[in-house]
């Protein structure tokens, strides 16, 4: 949350807080640098006169000051833009909490954990001090979400336009009446993050906090698994165990991930197998066969020709040599023709290739710009992007084992 004198944004609390703090940093930084420039510019026409009879134009410093902003503009806008459509991915979310906004206060709702519809209402604690929290942020009952966990949040409303908003986690999204906006929610640390209604909604639009409880994915695995127990006593259904774990489940597990190996394992050493004889036997022994196909019928076909010519020629000498000189100067024109017409297709091959070329120029140019936005969009070091896929794969995995194996 914000502290007292703080001047920029808050911690990220969340991966699209990190992002976006790192591209507030990085925007600040150009804007200051521009303004330093400027500021420098303006201070020195002041105690310059800048007039000079020889230097009348300057054709490459347009052109500088003409480049250079775009290219700034192309800095500022290329990261922005991108981020601004990572943050509508969701990316299989594991978890769905829907958050629901009412006059004056919000609803949350997890149903896709289990079979059950756990829901509960959240309303500003009237006295923070016996809460042992924050004036106008301290609510009754926190949403709860897991930490390195992929979640999805489904906002809307009941009755006006409300804004779930988490500043430190650059959280901020509408609830519309009969309309339903979802929102990742990845969060990098556990702690409270404490937000407020931000769409003016009514009389008391000040009174409808908002309170983020992140958990480890241990402690959110026991909660759903507790409260939707609960739910299911309720409802009167006995079927389900509710304590321990599933022998049925665990069974199933195991013989489903003994399955998935043994077919993972079978499927490479068949490809192995298949590759090897493919590349090694196959491939060599049918090139060797065709092309000695090839060659013997061209022997004997050529042998058989020659033949049959040699009985010509001594049967009839003149038809034989006049059919040879023919046979020869159809092999001549052809030649010649070769000869003329080669240039020709050598530049029609120049001209596919120049065309290639600038096609692959242009296609480089356009790998270039994505890359640069590709790495002038994160804002976060390697190490940090290892550690969020790590432990967010581990979570996921644990958090799926845990909900399998208990029912």
């Known amino acids: 949350m914000s502290l007292w004198g703080q001047m920029g944004l808050q911690e990220g609390g969340s991966v699209l807080g990190v992002e976006v703090g790192g591209l507030y940093d990085y925007g600040m930084f150009i804007i200051v640098l521009i303004f330093s420039f400027v500021g420098y510019l303006l201070l020195s026409s002041l105690v310059s006169s800048f007039s000079s009879r020889v230097c009348l134009e300057k054709q490459w410093l347009e052109v500088v000051w003409t480049i250079v902003p775009f ?9 922005s833009i991108k981020l601004l459509y990572l943050m509508d991915e969701i990316n299989l979310p594991e978890s769905t909490v829907k958050v629901v906004g009412h006059q004056w206060y919000w609803s949350y709702e997890y149903s896709d954990s ?6 509960y209402d959240s309303y500003m604690v009237s006295n923070p001090l016996v809460a042992e929290g924050y004036r106008l942020l301290e609510v009754d009952n926190r949403c709860v979400v897991a930490n390195l966990l992929q979640m999805r949040g489904l906002v809307t409303s009941d009755d006006v336009i409300h804004s779930w908003a988490i500043p430190s986690s650059s959280i901020k999204i509408d609830g519309v009446p009969g309309r339903v906006n979802q929102v990742g929610l990845c969060f990098t640390r556990s702690g409270v993050f404490y937000g407020q209604c931000s769409e ?3 009389v008391n639009h000040s ?3 908002i309170s983020v409880e992140v958990v480890s994915i241990k402690v959110f695995s026991s909660w759903v698994v507790e409260n939707h127990d ?3 006593k309720k409802g009167g259904d006995s079927n389900q165990n509710s304590k321990g774990w599933s022998l049925w489940g665990l069974i199933v597990g195991v013989a489903y991930w003994v399955g998935k190996g043994v077919y993972f394992v079978g499927k490479a050493v068949i490809m192995w197998h298949y590759y090897l004889l493919y590349y090694s036997f196959y491939v060599p022994g049918k090139f060797l066969v065709f092309s000695s196909w090839d060659l013997l019928q061209w022997v004997v076909s050529s042998g058989f020709a020659l033949g049959k010519w040699a009985m010509w020629f001594w049967g009839s000498p003149g038809e034989a040599s006049l059919f040879a000189l023919h046979f020869l100067a159809g092999k001549f024109v052809s030649g010649v023709w070769f000869v003329v017409t080669s240039p020709v297709k050598a530049a029609v091959w120049a001209v ?3 065309w290639s070329g600038v096609v692959g120029f242009i296609s480089f140019c356009g790998l270039v710009f994505d890359s640069v936005g590709s790495s002038l969009s994160s804002f976060t070091d390697d ?4 550690f969020v896929v790590s432990n967010v794969s581990r979570n996921t995995k644990e958090f ?3 909900l399998s194996h208990r029912y």
């Open 71 to 79: 290219f700034l503009l192309l800095a500022l806008g290329l990261p």
């Open 352 to 354: 596919k290739g120049v």
């Open 207 to 209: 009174f409808m906090p």
């Open 114 to 119: 289990r079979g059950s519809n756990y829901s």
């Open 230 to 232: 609960n739910v299911i």
């Open 400 to 402: 799926l084992w845990t």
């Open 200 to 202: 003016l909604c009514g």
């Open 383 to 386: 190490s940090f992007k290892g």
